[in-house]
């Protein structure tokens, strides 16, 4: 029998016994398995359940069992971790790797802030009205690159790609205007048949959590290259998500009502109690936070956006992850991309001293973000950090 300890983790701790947020970890010289992280350790749950099925290298089998198993091991696990844990259960999270969490099969950007898309719509088409006729009917989205999802950590290389010149015509090179767009994921914990959409109230059956997503962007390309199809290289190369899924459950006190919609949206996408999410991001540029994108302005629920991708009758598998689109708030500071906050580029914002508008090799960019928790305290979620290298 192997020792047991107690972890004292305090009751206002971000990471304490409201939030336990999922991962995939391997201890030193261990192999990846199924952990929550609780204050600063991570708890192996094989481990602390004695279940070999959270030996596993993501979380999509766990995801794929559904909201009644969720709940069982939450519940289990909160209790658990009040008495003493089996020693080889806990280890610091300095010292695991962490991976992605998920394998995800397809991944959706939307577009469902007023504030960032109003924002966008003045910077791109500066003479006409910057909400295209569409946008306060449906969430605009595309089908990004689930290959070029990464972890949190993962250093992302300066993309290279067609940029226009002053004479109209095209070169070949590094991007100079790359930027970054903080978000908000949602992971699919069970999939749907093919067919058959999700409506807005069976939201809590599919989405088992969230987590953070920097959505690397390189705005030179995706200007020449997105009409009339979307973004597609400028966006492809690399999209950063934490390495910590915080299930829904930890955010029952962060749902706030949707801020309002005009007009109503067609029958598919209404909601009995449309509810969004109060959460604070901030960005952080070589350590200077430039931003604190509040999640709360949201135009577009986490449920219809869901509804909307599944509509056509397109199904959802375990472990896909569809984003909120950059989070922007109508203040300066509250603006979630670089586009935003450097005004195209035109009003350089001030790090370390320096006047910056986008990202230079070497720069690291660090999404983190709090939400209210039980009794007053707040939960983090988990960080994406990345760092840029140059072309290759
Ligand atoms: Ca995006």
Redesign the pocket.
């Known amino acids: 029998m192997t020792g047991t300890r107690r972890v004292a983790v305090a009751a206002d701790s971000p990471f304490g016994l409201g939030n336990l947020p999922y991962g995939v970890f391997a201890p030193p010289g261990g192999e990846y398995r199924i952990g929550v992280r609780y204050g600063d350790d991570v708890v192996d749950l094989a481990v602390l359940l004695d279940d070999s099925t959270f030996v596993r290298s993501t979380l999509n089998d766990f995801l794929a069992r559904g909201p009644r198993h969720w709940r069982e091991v939450r519940e289990r696990v909160r209790e658990l971790l009040t008495g003493p844990l089996p020693e080889t259960a806990v280890h610091p999270v300095a010292d695991v790797r962490l991976k992605l969490p998920v394998a995800v099969g397809d991944y959706v950007?939307?577009?469902a802030s007023i504030d960032h898309a109003t924002n966008l719509g003045r910077l791109l088409r500066p003479d006409g009205d910057p909400l295209l006729p569409n946008w306060r009917h449906l969430p605009v989205g595309y089908h990004?690159r689930a290959g070029t999802v990464v972890v949190s950590g993962t250093d992302v290389i300066r993309p290279r790609g067609q940029l226009r010149t002053a004479s109209g015509t095209p070169e070949f090179g590094p991007t100079r205007r790359l930027d970054i767009?903080a978000?908000v994921g949602f992971v699919v914990g069970v999939g749907s048949e093919p067919g058959r959409p999700i409506r807005t109230e069976e939201f809590p059956v599919h989405v088992f959590g969230v987590a953070l997503?920097n959505?690397w962007?390189a705005r030179d390309i995706q200007a020449w290259e997105y009409q009339p199809l979307g973004?597609f290289l400028g966006?492809s190369f690399a999209t950063s998500l934490s390495a910590w899924v915080t299930p829904l459950a930890a955010l029952t006190e962060a749902r706030i009502p949707l801020p309002g919609q005009d007009p109503e949206p067609l029958p598919y996408l209404r909601e009995r109690d449309a509810w969004g999410l109060d959460i604070d991001l901030t960005v952080r540029w070589n350590g200077v936070p430039v931003a604190h994108p509040p999640y709360r302005r949201m135009y577009w629920s986490p449920a219809q956006m869901l509804a909307h991708l599944t509509a056509n009758g397109a199904s959802v598998r375990p472990g896909d992850l569809y984003?909120s689109?950059?989070v922007s708030g109508p203040e300066r500071d509250q603006r979630g991309s670089l586009m935003e906050l450097s005004w195209g580029g035109t009003e350089p914002v001030e790090v370390n001293g320096e006047r910056r508008a986008f990202l230079e090799d070497g720069d690291e960019v660090v999404l983190t973000a709090t939400a209210p928790g039980a009794d007053g305290a707040r939960i983090a979620l988990g960080e994406v950090a990345g760092r840029v290298r140059p072309a290759r």
């Open positions: 950007d939307f577009y990004g767009e978000e997503v959505d962007s973004p966006k984003a689109g950059t």
